[in-house]
């Protein structure tokens, strides 16, 4: 998971467990898997929220920090079946931050 701000004050010092709490409340995180890297968020039009960028790399977003997950038991090509079927589901009006 890739975490980044969107609150350009927030400073991340070390990753305690109240420091991660206190970025991810001013934060916005990509998932990172193969190469890609997606992540979800608000649209005001009826269309997916979820979206695609260069890893570490998402436009309007300063990368912070990477959190490792471990390794996928999942195969690539049932990643993109996966997040396929969660962009037709995940809808950017219904995002809710909390």
């Known amino acids: 998971v890739n975490i980044y ?4 004050e927030l400073q991340l010092h070390s990753l305690r467990k ?4 206190a970025l991810l409340k001013n934060a916005y995180a ?3 898997i ?7 968020h608000f ?5 997916s929220g ?6 570490r790399r998402c436009a309007d977003r ?10 996928s038991s999942r195969s690539e090509e049932e990643v993109l079946v996966l997040v396929n079927r969660m962009s037709r589901c995940w809808r950017g ?5 909390v």
């Open 62 to 71: 300063l990368y912070r920090v990477t959190l490792e997950l471990g390794q």
């Open 30 to 32: 990509g998932v990172e």
């Open 34 to 40: 193969y190469g890609r890297e997606w992540g979800y």
């Open 50 to 55: 979820i979206s695609e960028c260069e890893p």
């Open 18 to 21: 109240s420091k991660i709490q």
């Open 5 to 8: 701000d969107v609150a350009s």
């Open 43 to 47: 649209t005001e039009q009826d269309l």
């Open 93 to 97: 009006p219904e995002y809710n931050v």
